[in-house]
């Protein structure tokens, strides 16, 4: 019998109609698929039905990474590390579908790392997500909502994202606390070429810094009043944070690098 552990975010998906409806979201067929945190392979079975070429599993916990061995023998190629630790972009030589019921404390983490470390070819096709109500509420938010701010920015940088259900605490055991939600995201053809993401980082922990504030002051801080890009940009430094569209957010940080390079 295995006892879940609270550090690693061991939550099980034990409802079929939402494991069916996770791994109906995209095309799995003859497709590479990559899975984080795989559990106790509810999912992973859930995948495998779904005649994928070749499953790539991640665990952290050494019990369930040997059970898994135990349980799928060689269908899947399970890895027994971090997935805050290794490097994605080198393990597959072709794209992947993500799938992964993260572990919540760690789930902007790991899509954050994703995110920053994404080159202009992309090494996944997909990301289908759970995460926490709560988060997955800020990473969607629109502008001029109180759940805007620096993540729903970076998240929706390079990648087009959408909600496909909210999911009750029912549907899982242990029984969380907060409900989740399931996200797809997939690649923009385009988007504002920032060549180091550290700059839209320092740009929107600047911005949201006093989220109520008015714009001018973290605009003079970063731009020491550059009317050029006030201009071009076309900013009343009267707005709020919260006022200001997720593009003209990576046009700030184009500029903030252009002014710095
Ligand atoms: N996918 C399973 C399911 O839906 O039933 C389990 C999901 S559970 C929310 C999160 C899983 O991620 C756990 O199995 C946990 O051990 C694993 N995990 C936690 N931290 C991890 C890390 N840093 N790297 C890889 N796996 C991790």
Do not use: H
């Not at 019921?101 to 759970?130: A, G, H, Q, R």
């Amino acid at each position: 019998m295995i006892k879940a552990k609270k550090s690693l975010g061991q939550n099980f998906l034990i409802d079929s109609n939402i494991l069916q409806k996770i791994t109906n979201t995209t095309e799995i067929k003859n497709k590479l698929v990559f899975e984080i945190g795989p559990g106790t392979g509810n999912l992973t079975n859930y995948i495998l039905k779904k005649n994928p070429k070749k499953i790539y599993v991640i665990e952290k916990d050494n019990e369930l990474s040997n059970n898994l061995e135990n349980k799928f023998n060689n269908q899947i190629t399970i890895i027994n590390d971090d997935v805050l630790k290794i490097d994605e972009t080198k393990l597959f030589n072709e794209k992947v579908i993500v799938f992964g019921n993260l572990p919540y404390n760690i789930s902007t983490e790991i899509l954050s790392k994703w995110i920053v470390n994404l080159k202009e070819d992309f090494w996944f096709e997909c990301l289908v997500l759970m995460f926490q109500k709560e988060v997955a509420d800020r990473i969607i938010a629109q502008v001029n909502t109180s759940n805007y701010g620096r993540l729903s920015i970076i998240c929706n940088w390079k990648l087009n994202i959408k909600k496909i259900c909210d999911i009750k605490p029912e549907s899982f055991s242990p029984k969380p606390k907060v409900d989740s939600s399931l996200l797809f995201f997939y690649p923009k053809k385009s988007f504002v070429k920032i060549n180091d993401p550290n700059n839209l980082e320092k740009i929107t922990r600047v911005f949201f810094n006093q989220r109520r504030k008015m714009l001018k002051k973290p605009f003079n801080q970063l731009f020491n009043g550059d009317q050029k890009v006030l201009n071009k940009l076309k900013i009343n430094l009267n707005l709020r944070p919260q006022n200001l569209n997720v593009e003209t957010y990576y046009k700030l940080a184009f500029e903030y690098e252009k002014l710095r390079s």
